[in-house]
């Protein structure tokens, strides 16, 4: 089975801060994202990447940074954290190639801003 | 326009009796797939079945199956008897483009649709 672990599933944080949110998978998988999800909103996809050192953006990359320095670990940046940034982050994972693969996602991190 | 639009923000469902949950999508590209996540409170995104757009056949995995209807631009889910297990948010999202290249990968989500089954 894949595993997709996301370094919390519960963060607080305060505005102007550096937050990391961190995304680990075990399946060798070439693909990996980051998606936000909102009431009411669905998941809207933030970056991804499709292999080390690359990355893609999404439909809302801003104030949001990531970094893929080795194909098992992707990591998403808010580079000065607001209010509006308050919300559930998922990571995902896929295999390259046949892109009719599901993605596979971790637990979820609830990230508050105060 | 919304690419995917998931009409029903909420359903009830008795628990044994069948559902369906409704899913259109909107793509110029011939080449495109759909999936179907389930989340349940936990939070958890699960994979529960994918039909590509050249797919002849409605796909089937266990209870659940997608009704889809090309020509309408819709990929219903049906969830037949139903359990208590299956109270949970519903996402269908799309694929499009060719099968390969860094934006074929991408997916794209509905809102959701919260299904609620009544014992």
């Known amino acids: 089975d894949v595993k997709v672990t996301q370094s919390s599933r519960y963060l607080v944080k305060r505005t102007g801060e550096k937050v990391f949110l961190e995304c680990v998978q075990d399946m060798d998988h070439e693909n990996m994202f980051w998606y936000r999800q909102d009431p009411g909103l669905g998941l809207r996809l933030i970056y991804f990447?499709?292999?080390?050192?690359?990355?893609e953006k999404g439909d809302i990359p801003e104030g949001y940074s990531v970094s893929r320095e080795k194909k098992e670990r992707f990591s998403l940046i808010l580079e000065s954290a607001s209010t509006n940034q308050t919300s559930m982050y998922l990571c995902?994972?896929?295999?390259?190639?046949?892109?009719?693969?599901?993605?596979?996602f971790g637990d979820g991190t609830r990230l508050s801003i105060l | 326009a919304q690419k995917i639009t998931q009409t029903q923000p909420g359903m009830f469902v008795q628990e044994k009796e069948a559902v369906t949950l409704d899913c259109t999508y909107d793509?110029?590209?011939?080449?495109?797939?759909l999936f179907w996540y389930k989340q349940p409170s936990s939070g958890e995104m699960i994979f529960l079945i994918y039909?590509?757009?050249?797919?002849?056949q409605n796909a089937t995995e266990g209870r659940y199956s997608l009704n889809f209807q090309k020509a309408r631009k819709s990929a219903n889910l049906v969830i037949s008897a139903s359990q208590l297990g299956d109270s949970a948010m519903y996402f269908c999202a799309m694929r499009e483009g060719p099968y390969s290249g860094a934006g074929s990968y991408q997916l794209t989500f509905g809102k959701g649709t919260k299904l609620s089954v009544i014992p």
């Open positions: 039909q590509g757009s050249y797919d002849e």
């Open positions: 995902a994972t896929s295999p390259g190639g046949d892109s009719n693969q599901p993605q596979h």
């Open positions: 990447s499709y292999d080390v050192k690359m990355k």
């Open positions: 793509t110029s590209d011939q080449s495109y797939g």
